[in-house]
């Protein structure tokens, strides 16, 4: 099981949703290349802690890697691994993460990374064999995108009804316009003005990101709560949103959404518009 | 002696007429023909390698020549229109009662297994495919070998009843020749629940012997050739057959349409009066207008010449389509070509037969066309789940729990998604940017905006994954960036905070919660003991409470969580507030009245078991 959730063992844990070793850290690199019939994943891991480091180097801890993709598999942890292309999929999920393990049960009288907190009855803890000492953060791999970090593209099509419309594709906001006169240059001079269909490409695409992902009963959709999306569109709406710290919205507030994920495009587009009036005037 | 024999009821009580009979009228010739051949289809014989012979003819017979004809035109004639039901059937049936000469259609299969189970004498509940086959309408007998069984298309059971829905009174034959040579003769016809000399009957007559200890099925001797089957197989005959049913351009067009595949792979010959198609010959029938409609532009059903072409093309490969628990494989067949105007994907069962023309969300009037055939018998298995009754289209409804519905729907939402993304990806190769301007060179300000906000999470490493280089994309969830060691004060915030939230967690439905992040939470077990902390003194929204419920919920192995079933009393004996030097009462999942001294929570526990170390949630209602 791939550890996301904030989830609170009856002992320290080492992970980054918990505080109970303020001062250290675990944290998960992994590249990947293809020798042909199988993968070869590396894995370049920091730990930050001399306590649990010394667990491992007398082998009284190990470090175990979980892979998640059509299923999760568990391997016992090294620098790479090499893993046949039938066993994994990159062109779907799969998403990586570490965790340390117990091999013996051990004590924690002398760990003095946790919180003061512990430190009261530090002498009469123990953990068991077989118990998770610390966890990583996740890494993940999606083959499917064809354009990572590109959110829209733009297509002319002169046999359309309408002068513009918005679709939403697998991967993209694609704005198609009647004719190629509707689209203002693409240089810094002129381009602000093409912002307000950018506006409503990302409207289009958070409404249908609210309506996939909203919980039951509820009007909003807490990105905290919801599991990667697979959609590429979605994707990327759900990275943009975490990195910018958008936890919620609703129909309501997705102009919110929009201002915190984009750079002020309406501002910069009425900005570009005056300059031109007063020029003109 | 007659030779129907109707069971016995006390009382009439149900006069409507069975509603499947109806739906299957509509589901017409494609219904009735992919019910039959596609039981041929499955009764094929593992020690013969030739293909499968289906033998229809439609032709016209006497009523001297129907077993029983009288006995069926008498109980006809007792029917009564009690109802607007059956008003309309029972007048269509009273109109043909004098007549002495009707349709009939027959299909005959060779190279098959025939029903097992012929030669014994049935009860009803006794299951043989013969007994499915004549005495059953719901049954579906499995046949001991489990993958052959995966691939066989009927499952609802119900499907049978296409061949009586297709007699105008409602009757059907079935001529059994099994291995030993044995030679049965059986029929049901299914009318209305009626009152015959003196007594009342159950809808349902049956062309067998009425014995003691159930159903004996007649040896077929002394009837009409139109009847008989000599060799191994099974040959359905249909009398009265209904005249929109008696059309032989018609009925080859269907032949082709629904087993294109299995035709073209040389798995099925058919033959219909004569004419017999098979796999050399295929091509001429396709290309005919006389059974297919040759112009795109109006090309609506019937597809079969363009799924045609596609099959030519080189297999494209797998695509891989998930449901709630798993992916599923298939072979998938596509073909690019600007003349086509109503874009159709086909999916077809391993046997060869088409289920359904499905249009694909967003991409109905595209100019491609594709073929989806299951690749193992798993594959095979859940798709045959999800047929409707009549074999032509997958839909979740031939399931009654929720769970499963809801399964179904989530499959069916990713070949929508699946396909959609594979027409887009192959449109876009087969039609270049017919304007020059290639939105990779243009430098959108907005764009590298997202582009450089992304790349702080994201980086694309290039490797090449199946036949093409694709983008691999990397995602690192780390809250923060680079791996210098922290410091205390960073670390503080980090998984620090409280979220409102809307749950159920206790008996009294939706409430709000304050969701506790695993930062602000400590917890520490020792012998029988354990601590716990919980420190929302630096969280302002709730820092000032003083008082508040604390529920809790178990998080199992999978990262589930559970609410309702977890119960502090099974765990702990007692349970201390630090802050008050008081006993707490608690109850399922809550603690109640617990104290806040300086924004800190401070609970002690008495472990009822050493061992234990559930990983728990924590939710504070103030």
């Not at chain 2, 009821?9 to 494609?30: E, P």
């Not at chain 2, 036949?467 to 791996?483: L, M, W």
Request: overall charge negative.
């Amino acid at each position: 099981m791939i550890f996301k959730k904030e989830v609170n063992f009856p002992y320290p844990v080492l992970s980054q949703y918990t505080t109970d070793y303020p001062d250290s850290s675990f944290e998960l690199d992994v590249n990947v290349f293809d020798l042909g019939k199988s993968y070869k994943f590396t894995i370049d891991y920091r730990l930050n802690s001399s306590f649990i480091s010394s667990l491992l180097s007398i082998k009284k801890a190990s470090i175990v890697a979980i892979f998640e993709s059509i299923d999760s598999s568990y391997y016992q942890c090294c620098d790479e691994l090499i893993i046949p292309k039938n066993r994994i999929s990159l062109s779907k999920k799969t998403q990586i993460q570490l965790f340390i393990k117990t091999n013996s049960r051990i004590s924690l009288a002398n760990n003095n990374e946790l919180d003061k907190f512990y430190d009261a009855h530090l002498s009469k803890v123990f953990i068991d064999k077989d118990r998770v000492l610390a966890i990583s953060n996740v890494v993940r791999f999606d083959g499917d995108l064809k354009h990572p970090f590109k959110l829209f593209e733009k297509e002319y099509d002169k046999t359309m009804e309408t002068d513009i419309s918005v679709e939403l594709t697998s991967e993209m906001i694609r704005l198609k316009y009647r004719n190629k006169d509707f689209v203002f240059p693409q240089n810094k001079r002129y381009n602000p003005l093409n912002n307000s269909y950018f506006y409503l490409g990302l409207q289009k695409a958070l409404i249908r990101f609210l309506v996939t992902y909203r919980d039951e009963d509820d009007d909003s959709v807490n990105i905290l709560n919801i599991d990667d999306p697979s959609d590429g569109l979605d994707l990327k709406l759900y990275n943009l949103m975490k990195i910018k710290g958008v936890e919620t919205y609703n129909l309501e507030s997705v102009d919110k959404v929009i201002h915190s994920i984009s750079d002020r495009i309406v501002e910069k587009q009425i900005i570009t518009m005056r300059g031109f009036i007063e020029n003109e005037g | 002696m007659d030779v129907w024999s109707f069971p016995k009821t006390d009382f009439i009580s149900d006069t409507r007429m069975d509603n499947i009979l109806k739906r299957f009228h509509q589901y017409g010739i494609q219904g009735l023909v992919r019910e039959n051949i596609q039981n041929a289809l499955d009764a094929n014989r593992d020690d013969l390698d030739d293909p499968v012979i289906v033998k229809i003819t439609i032709d016209k017979i006497h009523m001297s020549q129907i077993p029983g004809h009288d006995e069926i035109m008498n109980r006809v004639k007792s029917l009564k229109k009690t109802n607007m039901y059956n008003e309309e059937v029972i007048e269509n049936m009273r109109s043909f009662v004098d007549d002495t000469e009707f349709n009939y259609i027959s299909f005959e299969d060779f190279n098959t297994k025939g029903l097992l189970g012929g030669d014994k004498v049935q009860s009803l509940s006794e299951g043989s495919s013969y007994t499915a086959y004549a005495y059953q309408k719901g049954v579906h007998v499995t046949e001991g070998d489990q993958n052959k069984d995966k691939v066989k298309g009927g499952s609802h059971g119900v499907g049978k009843i296409a061949s009586n829905s297709a007699s105008i009174f409602h009757t059907m034959f079935f001529a059994n020749c099994d291995e030993n040579n044995y030679k049965t003769l059986g029929g049901n016809v299914h009318l209305i629940e009626h009152e015959y000399k003196s007594f009342y009957y159950r809808e349902s007559g049956y062309f067998a012997e009425k014995t003691d200890e159930g159903f004996k099925a007649y040896m077929n001797t002394g009837y009409d050739p139109v009847f008989s089957k000599d060799t191994r197989g099974l040959k359905i005959v249909i009398p009265y057959a209904k005249s929109d049913f008696c059309d032989e351009d018609a009925m080859i067009t269907t032949v082709c349409d629904s087993f294109l595949v299995a035709i073209n792979n040389g798995k099925l010959i058919v033959d219909v009066n004569g004419v017999e198609i098979n796999q050399e010959n295929l091509v001429s029938f396709l290309f005919d207008d006389r059974y297919f409609i040759q112009d795109y532009d109006q090309m609506r059903e019937h597809m079969a010449p363009i799924y045609f072409r596609t099959l030519e093309n080189k297999l494209e490969g797998y695509t891989e389509i998930a449901d709630k628990e798993r992916y599923h494989k298939f072979h998938l067949y596509f073909t690019y070509d600007p003349e086509i105007v109503s874009g159709r994907t086909g999916i077809f069962r391993s046997n060869g037969m088409k289920i359904e023309d499905m249009k694909i969300r967003g991409k109905v009037s595209q100019p491609y066309n594709a073929i989806l055939i299951p690749k193992t018998p798993d594959e095979d298995m859940f798709l045959k789940s999800l047929e409707n009754e009549s074999h032509t289209k997958i839909d979740s409804t031939s399931f009654t729990q929720q769970k499963f519905k809801d399964n179904a729907k989530r499959f069916i939402n990713n070949l929508h998604k699946e396909i959609s993304k594979v027409i887009e990806d192959r449109l876009s190769n087969e039609t270049p940017d017919t304007d020059e301007m290639n939105t990779d060179d243009i430098l959108y300000e907005l764009e590298n905006k997202f582009a450089e906000e992304l790349k702080d999470r994201v980086s694309v490493l290039n490797i090449s994954v199946g036949r093409e280089k694709k983008n691999v994309v990397k995602t690192k969830d780390t809250k923060e960036k680079g791996t210098t060691p922290r410091t205390k004060t960073e670390n503080k915030q980090r998984g620090k905070g409280v979220r409102l939230v809307k749950k159920t967690l206790g008996d009294e439905g939706r409430k709000e919660y304050y969701q506790l992040s695993g930062g602000i939470i400590k917890r520490l077990t020792y012998d029988n003991t354990e601590r716990l902390e919980i420190d929302i003194s630096s969280i302002p929204e709730i820092n000032a409470v003083e008082n508040g419920n604390l529920l809790i919920s178990m998080i199992d192995g999978m990262g589930e969580e559970h609410s309702k079933e977890y119960d502090l009393r099974e765990d702990y004996y007692t349970i201390d507030d630090l802050n008050a030097y008081e006993k707490l009462k608690f109850d399922k999942n809550q603690i109640s009245s617990v104290l806040l001294t300086k924004g800190k929570i401070s609970l002690q526990f008495k472990m009822k078991r050493k061992n234990n170390t559930s990983k728990l949630k924590y939710y504070l209602e103030v």
